[in-house]
């Protein structure tokens, strides 16, 4: 299986966001770059509105993640509830 | 460090980019002229197209109108991509709170019925002309020449996706969701002979080759003629009839049109001004459309407001043609 | 009756699905021309998937706000002065080269994708070209805005839209993207939706900005981070496209892996400027050319191809032979700038000792083998007062129109060179990779406008190399050029800074 | 392979017909394993330029600044004309032995291993 990844802009609401990631994907690896943070994980990563906005205390909309996000690997499908990115093979 | 630095060794060296100072002198700019003139490439491009190689890949031959300066159309709202979204960012604002309103206190229960069906037949499949208006616009944007025209074509070509997005989403409110409304619209736009004037109109527009002539045909003659009658007069009739609430959720389009209207009107009124030849060929294109035009637009005319109605926005069209200096 | 909520997914497809109809006045082939003659077959447009589904108002909405963001920065940036605290006057060389090479681009992207976006006949590819197309023109705008304040402290920005139509290396990124543009519209979508947006312009921009970030620029990192997080949904787009192809029919795989060898191709050939601005021209490095090629080729890139396979698509054609290349191609380049610093819009140097140690490291295998005895002799001759400046003109690709500086991996001392008979006349390649290009599609690139053939044609003005600089470029001789030692732009730094 | 274009019969104009060149032909001269130039070199000449003027004045031109040219032995050199091996003729005219317009011109020099013995 080959990595996913997604890079975000290194900033506050980013952290939540990230933070987030790591709950809904225990064993993803985060790695802090200048002004920005790569998050991969093997196959697959999800992230879910629920848990973001637990962190962030309000509601988020999942196309909000479009404003911090800077690059990504891997196929995309997003709805309402939640951003998945996964390779098939 | 910097504290230290004596002020008079910080004076810039240039106030802008040497195109625009040879257009404006040497002074700073502002930043619709920086993002705009002379972006576009001119010379040297490599490769014919293959997909028209009678002409390069930017070229002033893809319309019969002639300018000396096709930076000469200087958008009067000044919009470059930030001015622009941020402007309609703030439209959008409020029209969400109009919507979000009107739905939350199921305002449509108050309209009468046979308001809303007339709605659903006369307004809602506007989306469809609103669809061909974007492809008319990207086009001109796509095959135009230079960047002050180009940008504006695809603002306004993104625009009518914003437009036909609100119609649909009127169609929604009044079927719950459930999408039978712009089903039935859609039905309308394709059978309803009220529509196939309007329909033939726009199928003929989108096949035009030259893009200032579909330019004139989509915003100058066709948008003008709807505006007046739809977002004018029909308003003005739904208002006077129980469904004054549909004016929430029209107010964007009426304010886009406001905004718009004065960008046409200068880019018609450039093109007139530049030559004789762009004068009769503009009076030209805009007699054969106009025609049609206002054949497509009779029976809607008559069944959304009564029989004045087209005359009245024809006049409305004409008096700002003259404006721009034709049909004088 | 309570409204039922919609899903985002049903909801983006009742409000730009089905604005769509079908003809009965005019025949739909008229409206869209383009789609047939490339030999892909469309059967069916509604299988398109919509990869993203911004409505128009949520995307001047969440646009808005970037924007916002972005111009408040670069108005403290200009009003502070944020030019001061870039790390050195260096660094500022490859925002020239970014202006004058990569910005031009984004605008031939947004007529690339208007284009595409009027033309496919699917309203959902459709409208996610046109997404794209306003995306690009964000782009451009949103960099000359960055550059402005550049611009008026330092030289070499001013003729930016000038030079790009005209200059020598200009050409190689302004031919990169006017062979796209003319192409077919697929063709175009494989060859800047998926091939340069999915997998390369990460190359470009991340590490880049990042770089930006490490050397104290601020106006950059912002409008680079502000325009990746467009990206995004581009390299989605980009994505959607190739799986759409390869899904409605299989006689376009064949169409669409050629297509994938040529861009993948021609990108990593146009890439070479971004490795020589990583490894020579960010005074603190990032990562090295060859890291960045790992991490974001090699390793994404593979994962994606793995992915693909599934459809019978492989690895780009000489995928080998650029694994090579990694270990060779920014020296290579910036020593072809170096030695040409005479005729470049921007100024070159030779690197520090501590930088040229930083080399040694990263490219053990390479760098004191082969090209620290360049920089040896380039010191030298400076010692001696003569700064080496190459005579003559150099012999460019007709394809990549790079001069032809890339060696042979077997045997990196040789310059690579590939020839081609069309139709009795020569011409010549870098590379198999570019040869190949020439060879599928001769009638096309027998139009490259190579500089240096323009200039001997007498269509540059001249007769000089320095006539053809200040008159046909529009250079400021002597000022943009040259070395940046002793340059006005190093004397205003030292100035501000207070270095004597 | 042809292009597939919209319309069969896609030509493009070729940019660098030789009658372009105001009586000129574009030769390419190249000097193998000498990296301190980036790439071979180009030079608009008259077809009947003898080849001797190519070594006494072309070639000063085109390399005159490395540190090992003037030890270059011409004798000696080895020759490719557009990938073939050639042995100049000096007195004939580029265009009797064979460089036509385009051809590259490369040479060796076996006994010159280039700046520190590194092929620059």
């Known amino acids: ?89 | 460090m910097t504290i230290e630095i004596k002020t008079s060794t910080l004076e810039p060296v240039r106030n802008t980019f040497a195109h625009i100072e040879r257009r404006f002198g040497d002074k700073p700019a502002t930043r619709y002229q920086e993002a705009t003139y002379d972006v576009a490439s001119e010379i040297n491009f490599h490769y014919k197209p293959l997909w028209q190689p009678e002409y390069e890949l930017n070229d002033t031959g893809r319309t019969a109108i002639v300018m000396e300066d096709w930076y000469a159309f200087k958008d009067p709202r000044q919009f470059y991509y930030g001015s622009y979204v941020q402007m309609r960012a703030k439209q959008q604002e409020v029209a969400e709170s109009n919507y979000s309103f009107f739905e939350k206190r199921n305002l449509a229960r108050l309209i009468p019925d046979e308001i809303q069906r007339k709605v659903i037949r006369l307004l809602v499949p506007l989306r469809h002309v609103e669809q061909a208006a974007n492809l008319n616009n990207v086009y001109g944007s796509s095959l135009g020449y230079g960047t002050a025209i180009t940008q504006a074509l695809l603002y306004n070509g993104m625009d009518r996706l914003g437009n036909a997005q609100y119609l649909s989403r009127i169609g929604l409110i009044l079927d719950s969701n459930s999408g039978d409304a712009l089903n039935e619209a859609k039905r309308y736009w394709m059978d309803d002979a009220i529509w196939q004037g309007v329909r033939s109109y726009c199928e003929a527009n989108i096949c035009v080759e030259d893009w200032f002539e579909s330019f004139v045909a989509q915003d100058a003659i066709l948008d003008g003629l709807i505006y007046e009658l739809v977002y004018l007069q029909f308003d003005q009739w739904l208002a006077d009839n129980g469904g004054q609430d549909f004016s929430m959720l029209t107010e964007f389009i009426q304010n886009w049109n406001k905004d718009t209207n004065r960008w046409v009107d200068a880019v018609v009124k450039i093109a007139a001004a530049e030559s004789d030849a762009n004068k009769q060929l503009l009076e030209q294109w805009i007699g054969t459309w106009k025609a049609k035009a206002l054949e497509a637009l009779a029976p809607l005319a008559e069944e959304m407001v009564g029989p004045e109605a087209l005359a009245i926005a024809e006049d409305a069209l004409v008096k700002r043609l003259n404006k721009a200096g034709l049909l004088k | 009756m309570a409204a039922k909520k919609l899903n985002i997914k049903d909801k983006y497809r009742l409000l730009t699905r089905d604005l769509d109809w079908d003809f009965s006045y005019e025949d739909r082939k008229q409206a869209f021309p383009y789609e047939e003659f490339e030999g892909i077959k469309i059967t069916d447009w509604n299988k398109w998937e919509d990869p993203f589904r911004l409505t128009m108002d949520s995307y001047w909405k969440y646009q808005a706000e970037k924007e916002k963001k972005l111009y408040a920065i670069f108005d403290a940036f200009s009003q502070n002065n944020g030019h001061l605290n870039v790390v050195d006057s260096r660094y500022v060389n490859a925002l020239k080269l970014f202006l004058t090479g990569v910005s031009p681009l984004e605008y031939q992207a947004y007529q690339g994708f208007a284009h595409v976006g009027r033309q496919f006949s699917g309203v959902g590819a459709r409208v996610a070209c046109q997404m794209q197309s306003l995306d690009e023109l964000r782009h451009v705008q949103t960099q000359i805005h960055a550059m402005s304040h550049y611009n008026k402290f330092f030289d070499g920005f001013q003729e930016f839209s000038h030079m790009h139509d005209r200059v020598w290396y200009l050409s190689v990124p302004r031919s990169f993207f006017c062979d796209a543009r003319s192409a077919g519209p697929f063709e175009f979508m494989v060859a800047i939706g998926f091939s340069f947006e999915y997998v390369l312009t990460n190359l470009l921009f991340v590490p880049f900005m990042s770089g930006a970030a490490h050397n104290g620029d601020m106006a950059t990192v912002t409008f680079g981070f502000s325009a990746q997080s467009d990206e995004a949904r581009h390299m989605t787009l980009g994505l959607e496209v190739i799986k759409f192809l390869l899904e409605q029919h299989e006689d376009n795989v064949p169409i669409v892996q050629k297509w994938i060898d040529k861009w993948f191709w021609r990108g990593t050939r146009l890439l070479t400027i971004v490795a020589m601005m990583m490894d020579y021209m960010l005074p603190n490095k990032v990562m090295s050319w060859k890291e960045a090629w790992e991490v974001y080729f090699e390793e994404a890139g593979g994962a994606l191809f793995k992915d693909l396979a599934r459809y019978g698509i492989r690895m780009p054609k000489y995928a080998e032979t650029i694994e090579k290349e990694k270990e060779h191609i920014s020296h290579q380049a910036w020593w072809t700038f170096y030695t040409h610093g005479h005729a470049a819009g921007f100024h070159t140097w030779i690197p520090s000792d501590k930088e040229l140690d930083w080399l040694s490291a990263q490219y053990p295998d390479t760098f004191d083998k082969y090209y620290r005895p360049l920089w040896e002799l380039a010191k030298e001759q400076e010692a001696k007062g003569e700064r080496f400046y190459t005579s003559g003109l150099p012999q460019l690709c007709q394809t990549c129109q790079i001069p032809m500086l890339f060696t042979e991996m077997d045997n990196p001392n040789q310059n690579s060179m590939r020839d081609s008979v069309f139709e009795d006349e020569r011409y010549h390649f870098c590379s198999d990779g570019c040869k190949d290009i020439f060879d599928e599609e001769p009638e096309k690139y027998v139009q490259s406008w190579l500089p240096v053939h323009q200039i001997f044609q007498g269509n540059c003005g001249g007769p000089g190399v320095e006539d053809v600089l200040s008159d046909y470029y529009k250079m400021n001789v002597g000022v943009d050029n040259m070395d940046i030692k002793g340059s006005p732009d190093e004397k205003r730094w030292n100035e501000w800074k207070g270095i004597a | 392979m042809p292009v597939y274009a919209l319309n069969p019969g896609y030509k493009g104009e070729r940019m660098d017909r030789v009658e372009n060149f105001h009586g000129n032909q574009i030769v390419y001269v190249g000097w193998d394993e000498h990296r301190m130039f980036c790439a071979a070199k180009a030079f608009p000449l008259p077809p009947s330029m003898p080849f001797a003027a190519v070594i006494e004045n072309i070639m000063p031109e085109a390399f005159g600044q490395h540190p090992e040219f003037s030890q270059i032995n011409w004798e000696t050199a080895e020759w490719l004309l557009d990938g073939e091996p050639f042995k100049p003729q000096l007195e004939a005219s580029l265009e009797a032995q064979g460089v036509g317009h385009k051809s590259m011109v490369r040479f060796k020099t076996p006994e010159l291993q280039g700046f520190q013995n590194a092929g620059v």
Do not use: C
């Open chain 1, 1 to 89: 299986m080959s990595k996913v990844y997604i890079a975000l802009q290194d900033n506050d609401e980013s952290r939540y966001i990230v933070e987030a990631i790591e709950e809904s994907n225990p064993d993803s690896t985060v790695i802090h770059q200048p002004a920005m943070i790569r998050i991969e994980r093997e196959g697959r990563l999800v992230i879910e509105r629920a848990v973001v906005e637990e962190k962030m205390g309000r509601d988020w909309d999942v196309q909000e993640l479009h404003i911090n996000l800077i690059t990504l690997g891997g196929n995309v499908d997003e709805d309402d509830d939640q951003f998945v990115l996964e390779w098939k093979q």
